[in-house]
């Protein structure tokens, strides 16, 4: 079976930074084969990759980067993330999940929750103790995402295959 194609939401560079450096301390470093970023869809079939690179590119050319807040930390169960709260990001995700109804695995069905993961399969009391120790010094920070990034999936690392900035005018 073909690798599945994964849609993110990518970090302005200060913010990139910041949390890729949080993943680096925190995350199990024989797992960590990715850089901070925000999951929109988990897993496109390979077969829609065309359809893909046509239709991200004209979702972003209508709209602004839409904004967002970090708000503090999120309990992943056995991971720590960044809570992020971005009702333009998901305005846009759910366009997108609209266009490709009847395409879209279980995991991309849920109801998204933005965040970037930074500790991930640890042991439950681990990912505690780090929220714990996080959530005092995680301040309110506001940014704008810049793009929309397209990867293939391949078991650890993520292949690039394409960025579509954002380019409009309308606000999410």
């Not at 079939?45 to 708000?71: G, M, N, Y």
């Not at 849920?110 to 301040?139: D, F, G, M």
């Amino acid at each position: 079976m073909a690798d599945p194609f994964i849609l993110t939401a990518k970090l302005p560079e200060h913010i990139h930074l910041w949390a890729d450096d949080l993943r680096k301390r925190h995350f199990p470093p024989e797992r960590n084969h990715l850089h901070a970023h925000v999951t929109m869809f988990h897993a496109f079939a390979p077969s829609l990759l065309e359809e893909l690179k046509d239709f991200i590119p004209q979702v972003v050319s209508e709209f602004a980067a839409p904004a967002a807040d970090i708000t503090g930390v999120m309990d992943l169960g056995k991971g720590t993330a960044i809570r992020l709260h971005s009702p333009g990001l998901l305005a846009i995700r759910a366009l997108i999940a609209e266009h490709f109804h009847g395409a879209l695995t279980d995991q991309d069905l849920y109801e998204p929750r933005p965040h970037i993961t930074i500790q991930n399969k640890v042991k439950k009391e681990e990912a505690r103790a780090l929220q714990a120790k996080l959530s005092p010094t995680i301040e309110i920070r506001q940014f704008t995402f810049p793009a929309l990034e397209l990867y293939r999936y391949q078991g650890g690392p993520w292949e690039f295959v394409k960025a579509s900035p954002f380019r409009g005018k309308v606000r999410a």
